[in-house]
């Protein structure tokens, strides 16, 4: 109903518009003057029912500096390393591992060589940082070789450092022309817990009690000048020999 009404009081302004026209101006057909309103009416519908046009969304394409940067940086990733290495394993002497005080061990890592070239006889392992424990600056690393993939056994030998306490080492890796590397993450080490030595407990000996202790008990006292069978029995001679 809304849409009717301004046509209706259009068509009736033309109306009352030609039947006002002077009688000395030239008359217009009466057919013109409705096939004009009949186009303004159609243009005015036209106009009030055609919906606003939405610009078509264009996509803004990426600066070319954007795209080569990006490029550069995948490139670089990808980049292959001659010289890498990574952790396959503690052989031997895990982190935390209890040794006595001053006493000698053998360290061994399991290694893998994931770059791009061949380890030689001229590479070594070398002691980085930390606590070196008796153990080389730097050793041969193989006498054969290690190709890309290959995993190699690595050993160090080191002591106990005298003072009870926990002791971590940190190694590397050194090519032929001198050049330093290890994993991905940094170096491999070795972790260990110096402990003093536990003082052995005397053993109990009674009456008639036989063994090894009791025979070398004997043999002691024979050769301090007792007078005694050494029969590995613990009798009431050698009880009176040892209260002397």
Same mark, same amino acid.
């Given at each position: ?34 096939? $004009? ?16 046009? %939405?610009? /078509? ?18 490139? /670089? ?19 935390? %591992?209890?040794?006595? =005080? ?42 054969? %070789? ?27 890796? !050194? ?17 260990? !817990?110096?402990?003093? =030595? ?40 050698? $009880? ?5």
């Amino acid at each position: 109903m809304k849409k009717r009404s301004p046509l209706i009081f259009l068509l009736f302004t033309v109306f009352i518009f030609a039947c006002n026209l002077p009688a000395g101006t030239t008359p217009t057909p009466e057919g013109s003057i409705f096939t $004009q309103a009949a186009m303004t009416i159609t243009a005015a519908a036209n106009s009030e029912g055609q919906p606003a046009t %939405t610009p /078509a969304e264009t996509s803004t394409p990426l600066p070319t500096s954007a795209i080569a940067t990006a490029t550069q940086a995948s490139a /670089a990733t990808n980049t292959p390393v001659c010289n890498q290495a990574s952790f396959v394993s503690d052989v031997t002497i895990p982190d935390n %591992t209890n040794i006595t =005080v001053n006493k000698g061990f053998t360290k061994t890592w399991r290694l893998r060589n994931v770059g791009t070239c061949t380890w030689t006889s001229g590479y070594q392992i070398i002691f980085d940082s930390g606590d070196q424990m008796n153990g080389p600056s730097s050793q041969q690393l193989t006498n054969g %070789t290690v190709a890309p993939g290959q995993t190699i056994d690595v050993s160090v030998d080191l002591k106990a450092p005298v003072s009870p306490g926990t002791y971590k080492g940190n190694w590397k890796l !050194k090519d032929a022309n001198g050049v330093i590397f290890a994993l991905s993450t940094g170096p491999f080490w070795v972790q260990i !817990k110096a402990v003093a =030595v536990a003082e052995a407990d005397w053993p109990t000996i009674k009456i008639n009690d036989t063994g090894h202790e009791v025979f070398a008990i004997q043999h002691l006292l024979r050769a301090h000048g007792h007078d005694l069978n050494v029969d590995g029995i613990y009798g009431p001679i050698t $009880q009176a020999r040892v209260e002397d």
